[in-house]
């Protein structure tokens, strides 16, 4: 059986997967990785260029695919609470995500924090997640003209994507609402509070306490 | 200390970036040619990838406050002693002119500059805004002065470094969405490119024939490195840089060699720039 192992030059390799989130740890076992970076249906993994490290690499991804790989510790004990994230949903997007859907404002806020979001992978800037989970009904595509300045803070969609900017920047999500939950702190252990594999519930509030999450 | 008499137009702190943190959406960042950074720290007697101030097209006037032991690699600023250690006194002023070949200058002090870490490394990444603030007229610089040498000691022997400058040709490996074109390695070897519009730290632009797909949709966002290639609808390739967004969905066709990356750092807006097949690049992914 081939797997997709797509060389990256001589000192990386692109593997494509289903499962990004719980392929990437175990690749970053493998002797001689020295980095992995899970994308939307890809892990990127960098090494120091030894020889086979390609077909070291395609061999786990046939164990985790067959079933066979050994579970990391992270798998087998209890997953932890989802992150709450509290948002007041007064966002510039709102209203027109709505009409895009062919529903109510209230029904957009209810798919939204009824569903549970899982950070799929990280990209666009430090602690930007790509968060899994959105319900279908509320795929829409980016804005056509992205804005200068989206405010840090902002929860947004696009896609199957929800998200949360860490930083002030340029974006074209839609802009559903705003949270005060600091999901990037550099000088912090954890510095991102999303980082891939970590589930978020959204929660709706009528005002924001400051960095309030739970 | 030294003071910052003129600032030039991109100078920075550097030192080997934060590696390993692209999974959480962070560039690796460092300085852009690591080999001449790492010589210049060499020649101050620095031994822990301190900090040195990169230097982008000259243009800078520094004045020590304090007396230093410091080195200058990469691109020959005239006026300024390159690849060896010197003394500089308290009131020294060192002036960068424009280098006339190469375009990044490190300069190294003994002990290193001294700035708060961000994810364990003082470099400035110019896309994420992580780490300190770019260099401005009226900086005072701080040193780590507990590795000063002592008034009179030698410091290390100079280095035979090759002039820096920007390359003619770099080496190309194929990227994992070549096959989103119909022969992406040869369309970059067969033509003459040209380094448009400057973006910095981030990458290159070229300017040139451009790439057509053979491949329609969009490709799903996926990690990404520094030198690689990647080829925007408008089919204007761009290489990546330290600071390069960690992941894209623009296909990636070909990866500059590791060992040309550092010259990546000579070329300016303007320069030509053709590529070659590096030695040993198979053609296609390896069916592992």
Redesign the interface.
Known sequence: M???????????V?VETHSPVAL?PLLRLVVGV???????????V?HD?RPDV??S??DVVRMLESGDAPAAESATAPAPPPVTIDVVYDGPDLEEVARMSGLGVDEVVDLHTSALHVSA??????????LEGLPAALHVPRRSTPRTRVPAGSVAIAGPYSAVYP?GSPGGWRLLGRTSAVVWD??ADD??LL??GTSVRFRSVTRLADGEVS | MIEVIDAGVATTLQDRGRPGWAWLGVPPSGALDRSSYEAANALVGNTDGQAALEITGGGVTLRCVDSHVLAVTGAACPGVPMDAAFTAGPGHEIRFEPPTQGFRTYLAVAGGFVARPVLGSRSRDQLSALGPEPVRRGDILDVDGARTWAHGERPPASLMLRPRAAPDVVRIWPGPRDDWFADAIGHLVGHAWRIGDDIGRVGLRLVGSPLRRTRLGELPSEGMITGAIQVPHDGQPIVLLADHPTTGGYPVVAVVDPQDVDRLAHLRPGDHLRFEAAPGAGSGPRVV
Do not use: H, I, K, S
């Open positions: 081939t797997v997709p192992v797509r060389p990256y030059g001589p000192r990386a692109l990437a020295e980095e992995v970076v899970p994308g939307a249906c890809t892990v990127l960098l260029g390609d077909r690499v395609a992978f990280c990209g666009f800037a430090p602690g930007f997640a790509y930083t550099a000088a510095p991102a980082a891939p």
